[in-house]
């Protein structure tokens, strides 16, 4: 089987699962620098507690191997945001919602960005 047939595979599958909003490839995959797994993100309508959330990435590395599946929500603020500016949206049941949710985290970001520069120059300099 294909990648893309598991990419397809993976779509139908998160159509029926009314958890899922949109379904985001991103990493090494999209740049053609594929090694040995495929990075996917499932986007929640919903940021349900960590618990649901951790269950639900379990259903899916069970079901897709190969894939490195991720849940945006239980991602770190500056992975999300590398999410959304490299990702490419493969699934989207809802685009209203999904603009919603990146409208919140790009939020987010710009209150974190200038602790994160901060943290990024002590790294960089010691």
Do not use: W
Request: proline residues 3%; aromatic residues 14%.
């Amino acid at each position: 089987m294909t990648i893309d047939s598991k990419i397809k595979d993976l779509i139908e599958y998160a159509k029926r699962d009314e958890d899922i909003l949109a379904i985001i490839l991103f990493g090494s995959f999209l740049k053609n620098n594929f090694h040995r797994d495929v990075d996917i993100c499932l986007v929640l309508k919903r940021k349900p507690i960590q618990l649901r959330m951790s269950k639900k990435r379990l259903e899916y590395l069970t079901n897709f191997p190969g894939f490195d599946i991720q849940i945006f929500q239980q991602l770190p603020l500056y992975i999300r945001i590398r999410v959304l500016r490299e990702g490419k949206v493969i699934y989207c049941s809802n685009e209203s919602l999904l603009y919603d949710i990146a409208f919140q985290v790009i939020k987010e970001f710009e209150d974190f960005k200038p602790f994160y520069r901060e943290y990024l120059r002590g790294v960089l300099h010691g």
